[in-house]
């Protein structure tokens, strides 16, 4: 998933930030509330994070601006603020869920990826495209019976091109997707990992084509 992460607590941030790539998700931190307002209002992402207490402008008000405009994203408030009437505050301002510091990080994996699954294109557990099988909720790859085992970054290239497939995907968009704006990443990073990903599922009638200069699409072979 692409994650946007909006924290003034940079060393709480930086735990989320790296927990949350190595479980192979794209983050974007901002820790200031007007800078994610505008963020938000030009890039679109998986799933919010929201801090309620940010500077410049509230969380809330973030959450508010967000669901104004028409915008479904969901989104996980994270506040030191637990009492009953605080979360009504936020569910009403238009948060999907709630989140009290301090937080196990294995709670808030949970949550997001119960917010994930409300997306229309990833109700299902299981999907499969040509003859391959993908469990969302294990994450995992399958090619008949075998488990292609794919590591996170090959695997969230997967998961992006299946959510857009037969729809080409530029190298940017990928790389952001992947990597997170402001990420410093090699100029072929991204032609690496699809060339081995196309080896990887190579054989079980899908393939990822290439289009110069426009991007890559998952397909299936003829």
């Known amino acids: 998933m692409r994650i946007v992460l909006a924290e003034d607590n940079i060393s709480l ?6 927990a949350l790539r190595d479980q192979g998700h794209a983050v974007d931190h901002l820790d200031d509330g007007q800078d994610a307002d505008t963020f938000l209002r030009q890039e679109s992402c998986d799933v919010a994070v929201i801090d309620v207490n940010l500077p410049r402008l509230s969380g809330l008000q973030i959450i508010r601006q967000l ?17 009953t009437s605080d ?6 301002a238009g948060a999907d869920d709630y989140l009290v510091k301090p937080f196990e990080m294995a709670e808030l994996f949970a949550r997001l990826r119960a917010l994930a699954r409300r997306r229309p294109e990833v109700a299902q557990t299981r999907e499969t495209f040509a003859g ?15 488990n292609l085992d794919l590591p996170r970054r090959e695997l969230a290239l997967f998961e992006l091109l299946l959510d ?7 190298k940017d968009r990928i790389g952001l997707a992947l ?10 990073a991204v032609e690496l990992l699809v060339s081995r990903l196309r080896r ?11 289009a110069r200069g426009l991007g890559y699409m998952l397909d299936e072979t003829a």
């Open 13 to 18: 941030a930086r735990g989320i930030k790296n």
């Open 67 to 83: 669901r104004a405009r028409g915008d479904t994203t969901p989104v996980l408030i994270l506040t030191a603020m637990g009492k």
């Open 87 to 92: 979360r009504v505050e936020g569910l009403d």
């Open 132 to 146: 391959l099988v993908y469990d969302r909720q294990s994450r995992t790859v399958f090619a008949g019976e075998r």
């Open 164 to 170: 857009h497939k037969g729809r080409l995907l530029d």
């Open 179 to 188: 990597y997170g704006a402001g990420a410093a990443v090699e100029a072929n």
């Open 200 to 210: 990887k599922i190579e054989g079980t009638g899908a393939t990822i084509r290439t």
